[in-house]
């Protein structure tokens, strides 16, 4: 028990991330190496679920590729993870947002949470 704490200790890259929720829409700097060559690709889209804790928290990005839907998990801890910033906070009621995959156009649009400056 002991030893898989210190194996967590020494992967976490301990990196500060904004604290965001479901329905919040993200930007997330994803790391990709090809080859010998690293990029830097943004994957822009809405956070449907949240779910883990500790180090093993992840979360499930989906965003609009054309016509067709795109869901993409990304565990919280990854070293390939550069940046995640908030872009818009989403209004809504519940934790894991899985009807947006049944709504297409106008009507899988969730609704922006005005914040008061």
């Not at 898989?4 to 992967?11: G, T």
């Not at 590729?65 to 550069?82: C, K, M, N, Y």
């Not at 906070?89 to 049944?102: E, Q, S, T």
Request: hydrophobic residues 35%; positive net charge; aromatic residues 6%.
């Amino acid at each position: 028990m002991d030893l898989i704490k210190i194996a967590e200790e020494a992967f976490a890259t301990g990196k500060q991330h904004p604290s965001f929720k479901a329905g919040d829409t993200v930007t997330v700097a994803y790391r990709i190496v090809e080859g010998n060559k690293e990029r830097i690709q943004m994957y822009r889209g809405v956070v449907i679920k949240i779910c883990g804790h500790g180090e093993k928290k992840r979360f499930t990005v989906r965003k609009m590729s054309g016509t067709v839907g795109v869901e993409r998990i990304f565990p919280l801890e990854s070293p390939a993870i550069d940046s995640i910033t908030v872009n818009k906070i989403g209004k809504v009621r519940r934790a894991k947002l899985y009807y947006l995959r049944k709504l297409t156009g106008k009507k899988a649009r969730i609704q922006e949470k005005r914040t008061n400056l």
